[in-house]
C-alpha cells in the first residue's frame, strides 16, 4: 500500500513542479502552431498533377511563395515537438501514462522529421530554374527512391501524423481532453490531400482545435489558482 502512495506521489509532483514560463511556452506553441499549419497550406504552390515534373514546376514557378510556404510549415512542426513533451505535465496519476509517453516520444521525434524534411523545398524549387527540368527531375527522383530517404520520408508521416492520435488518446484516458479529438486530429491531414487548397486550409485549422485546446490547458496550469491546488494536492 504503502509503495503505491509513494508512486501516485511521486508521480503527481513530477507533473505539478513544471515550471510555470515552460508550460505557457509550450501552450503558446501548440496554439501558434496550427495557424503556422494553416498559412503553410494556403501558400503551398498548386501542381497541374502528381508527377515530380509537376511538383518541381510548382515551386519554381513562385520560388517566394514556395519558400514561404516550407518556412510556415517548418516552423509548425518546431513547435510541435517543442509543444508536445509538455502534455506529460497535464497527467495526473498513472492512468494513461504509458499510452501518452509513448505518443509524445513518436510524435516528437515525427515532427523532428517532418520538420528537416522541409529543407528539400529550398533545393528542388531552385533546381528547375538552374538547370534542365528534365535533370532537375532526375536529381529529384534519385534522391527521393534512396532508401535512407524513403525511411525519413515515413518515420515523419508515421511518427508527425499517424502518432498524435495516440497521444490524444492516452490524454483521453486520462480524462484530460475528449474521445473526440483522437479522430479529429487526423482530419487536417485528409482535407489537405481530398480538399481545394483553400477550403482544405480552412478545415484542417478547424480540426487542429485539440492541439490547440492542449496548448490552452497547458496555459490554463500556470494561473494561480490552479498552481495552488497543485501545490496543496501534493503537499
Known amino acids: 500500500m504503502s509503495d503505491n502512495v509513494t508512486t501516485t506521489t511521486t508521480t503527481t509532483t513530477s507533473t505539478s513542479t513544471t ?139 508515421v511518427g508527425g501524423v499517424v502518432m498524435l492520435p495516440l497521444l490524444l488518446a492516452g490524454l483521453a484516458r486520462a480524462g484530460v481532453v475528449g474521445w473526440w479529438t483522437v479522430p479529429v486530429i487526423l482530419v487536417p491531414f485528409i482535407a489537405a490531400a481530398m480538399l481545394p487548397a483553400v477550403v482544405g486550409a480552412v478545415v484542417a485549422l478547424a480540426c487542429y482545435a485539440p492541439l490547440m485546446l492542449l496548448g490552452a490547458r497547458l496555459v490554463r496550469r500556470t494561473s494561480p489558482d490552479v498552481v495552488q491546488a497543485e501545490a496543496l494536492a501534493t503537499a
Open 19 to 157: 515550471p510555470a514560463p515552460l508550460r505557457r511556452l509550450a501552450g503558446g506553441a501548440l496554439v501558434l502552431a496550427p495557424f503556422l499549419m494553416f498559412g503553410g497550406m494556403l501558400t503551398s504552390p498548386p501542381q497541374a498533377d502528381d508527377s515530380s515534373a509537376a511538383y518541381l514546376s510548382s515551386l519554381a514557378d513562385d520560388y517566394g511563395l514556395s519558400v514561404l510556404s516550407a518556412n510556415l510549415l517548418h516552423y509548425a512542426w518546431v513547435l510541435i515537438a517543442l509543444g508536445v513533451p509538455a502534455t506529460l505535465t497535464l497527467l495526473r496519476g498513472r492512468r494513461g501514462r504509458t499510452l501518452t509517453a509513448v505518443g509524445v516520444a513518436l510524435t516528437t521525434f515525427g515532427a523532428i522529421q517532418m520538420s528537416g524534411m522541409l529543407l528539400s523545398d529550398w533545393f528542388t524549387g531552385a533546381m528547375p530554374g538552374a538547370v534542365p527540368l528534365a535533370d532537375a527531375v532526375k536529381v529529384f527522383d534519385t534522391v527521393a527512391a534512396d532508401p535512407s530517404m524513403v525511411l525519413w520520408r515515413l518515420t515523419g508521416v
